[in-house]
């Protein structure tokens, strides 16, 4: 099982990015796909999820309408649209599949994204 975490990047706040988490060897019907991020010298955080039947949507609170997360079976890759970033939301960027019902996870290697002020 691998999870590819792409799309970070540099931006000025306000501006937007995409961030894809292609997982290969597994199905996502079977898996809740998680987007957690951790800041230098603070815990990980969850920022958003999305159900392994695709009808079940988290956000953090400190997100909520501003980032969105999609998914595409066909592609085996689960986004992350993210808009009106701020300097707060810089950290590196992790996805997470949780298998249904099971304990069994697995992690991506992460992406940094960095918003300046």
């Known amino acids: 099982v691998q999870l590819q975490a792409f799309g970070g990047g540099l931006v000025q706040a306000g501006g937007s990015l995409r961030l894809s988490c292609v997982v290969s060897?597994?199905?996502?019907?079977?898996?809740?796909i998680g987007w957690f991020r951790q800041a230098p010298g603070k815990e990980r955080e969850g920022v958003s999820c999305i159900s392994s039947r695709g009808d079940g949507k988290y956000y953090a609170d400190s997100v909520k309408g501003r980032f969105a997360i999609s998914r595409s079976i066909a592609e085996n890759t689960v986004y992350l649209q993210m808009k009106n970033l701020q300097p707060e939301d810089t950290a590196v960027y992790y996805c997470?599949?949780?298998?249904?019902?099971?304990?069994?996870?697995?992690w991506g290697q992460g992406t940094q994204v960095t918003v300046s002020s």
């Open positions: 060897r597994l199905r996502l019907n079977y898996y809740r």
């Open positions: 997470n599949a949780q298998k249904y019902g099971t304990t069994v996870n697995y």
